[in-house]
């Protein structure tokens, strides 16, 4: 079993509600992104096209991050979602620098959203329910707790609202799906040979899980 | 990572920024010490030099050993470094044995020394583990497959180069200091800038040559925001200093105490202005198509 992601470009509107609900879902301090949305130009004008690329981390079959990580903090799980745990991470961010798709963030202080009123209710309540360690570095999780509650539960990821990433239930146009990439039944295997979906910049071979419609 | 626009992040050339900027910058600093505090211990046991030895134990330990630590986001765990199962993949790891070991060994000969008693196995240990000090560096960097400047096999070659080169200054100053200097260790500094300088214009050329983001981390270097720190920090006071000086020396005959000081001193700055052009002019590809993106850095 491995756990990956499909996203069309052509379906994204770039409205940036998965980057607002992953903030939301796992608390996520000032200055940390763990869903971001770049945004390209290609072309000369006057056909000029502007794209935009939601990107998270790619949970890498052949992750580097997992090679260079001294302490074994960073781990890939069985079935294929590479996440960090914070009480073993020293923070000496050599996985950031050697992750070549820079989605990771160093998360380097505690700061409030708005310095001069002090904590706000969302982030008091964060620090309780989903504490995150300064001096470590942080990253997408693929909604980790979610997928294996939801599987626990009985629920299928990709397929049942609880057990899916949050940021795949919580896309408008439908352009995220989620599934099991070593089943070729599963929807998002399909889906990927159908619309011949690649990841991005595969020739940093390490094998990303997040694939690409419409590159 | 700073940024300004988040949606520009890695959307075009991206420069490194964790590993030299603020905090960053001490792993720049503690590296050069790490390294030339090993390769100072290493060079000395060659000309029998115990107190150069001694004087590299102490750099590596105390001015690396604990800028390293200080270095990390959460320095109270750094015993996970060595104890985990990182050793098996991680540079950083198998770096950190090195040191601790180099830095165990190396006392205890020191410690046996002052006694009379030169056990050459632990000098051996201590010159194998003190050698992976040297070298760790060189190999952490070339794994990065994101950045080209450091994804090159001379890397642990230069790397392990300048940290020797940076042992045999220490090593001249501290023989100045005591009054024992050799002549094979006065040669060997004389003749390592034009090594240096060699590897160096391999490394470079090798690099302008590795695709969009080697050819402008080159141009940052030689031409570009890097070429002041490169151009003097490194080729005026690393190799053409210490090259004229020379010659003039051989010529002459002589050459003045205070000359025979500073040199040391410009190489030392010399090294760690090409440490610093290393790290700080890496540079990301994009991982999205940009137009005129091989044009600008962000």
């Known amino acids: ?215 | 990572m700073i940024q300004n626009k988040l949606y520009e992040f890695m959307t075009r050339y991206t420069p490194q920024r964790e590993w030299i900027e603020a905090h960053g910058m001490l792993l720049w600093i503690s590296t050069f010490f790490v390294e030339i505090g090993a390769a100072t211990f290493f060079v000395a046991s060659i000309f029998n030099n115990m107190v150069a030895m001694l004087v590299g134990l102490l750099i590596c330990g105390v001015l690396g050993g604990s800028l390293h630590v200080l270095e990390l986001g959460r320095p109270l765990r750094m015993w996970r470094i060595l104890f985990s199962s990182g050793l098996k993949t991680s540079w950083i790891s198998r770096g950190m044995w090195s040191v601790s070991l180099f830095i165990g060994f190396g006392a205890l000969y020191l410690g046996l020394a002052v006694t009379s008693v030169k056990i050459p196995a632990l000098l051996i240990a201590a010159n194998f583990f003190g050698f992976f000090s040297m070298i760790y560096l060189g190999f952490l960097l070339s794994y990065v497959n994101g950045i080209a400047l450091w994804n090159s096999a001379l890397m642990p070659i230069l790397i392990l180069s300048i940290s020797i080169w940076g042992g045999l200054d220490i090593l001249g100053l501290t023989s100045m200091v005591t009054g024992t200097v050799s002549d094979g260790a006065v040669f060997l500094s004389r003749i390592f800038p034009l090594i240096i300088s060699f590897i160096v214009i391999c490394y470079l050329v090798g690099i302008r040559y590795q695709g969009e983001s080697g050819r402008l981390s080159f141009n940052e270097i030689v031409f570009k925001t890097g070429a002041k720190v490169f151009w003097i920090g490194f080729v005026l006071f690393g190799v053409v200093f210490p090259v004229v000086i020379t010659l003039v020396h051989v010529f002459n005959g002589s050459m003045p105490g205070a000359i025979r000081g500073i040199l040391p001193v410009f190489e030392l700055g010399a090294n760690l202005s090409l440490r610093y052009c290393i790290l700080k002019w890496a540079i990301y590809e994009p991982i999205i198509p940009y137009e005129n993106s091989t044009t600008q850095l962000i």
């Open chain 1, 1 to 215: 079993m491995r756990w990956g992601m499909l996203i069309n470009l052509d379906k994204c509107i770039s409205c940036y509600a998965c980057v607002a609900k992953c903030k939301q879902e796992h608390f996520l301090p000032k200055d940390v992104l763990w869903a971001k949305i770049l945004v390209s130009e290609t072309g000369q004008e006057p056909s000029v096209k502007k794209q935009a690329y939601p990107v998270l981390c790619n949970h890498c079959e052949d992750a580097i991050c997992v090679q260079v990580c001294p302490t074994g903090a960073t781990r890939k799980n069985e079935d294929g979602i590479v996440s960090i745990d914070p009480d073993k991470c020293v923070g000496c961010r050599s996985c950031l620098v050697a992750c070549p798709y820079q989605v990771r963030t160093y998360h380097r202080k505690r700061e409030p959203f708005f310095g001069y009123q002090g904590l706000t209710d969302f982030e008091r309540i964060g620090d309780k329910l989903y504490p995150l360690q300064t001096g470590t570095v942080v990253k997408c999780n693929f909604c980790m707790e979610r997928v294996h509650g939801g599987i626990k539960q009985g629920l299928i990821p990709g397929v049942d609202v609880d057990a899916t990433p949050a940021c795949v239930i919580t896309c408008p146009a439908k352009a995220r799906y989620f599934g099991d990439l070593d089943d070729p039944t599963s929807e998002i295997s399909v889906l990927i040979r159908k619309w011949n979906a690649a990841p991005l910049r595969p020739d940093f071979g390490t094998k990303p899980s997040v694939y690409y419609a419409n590159l």
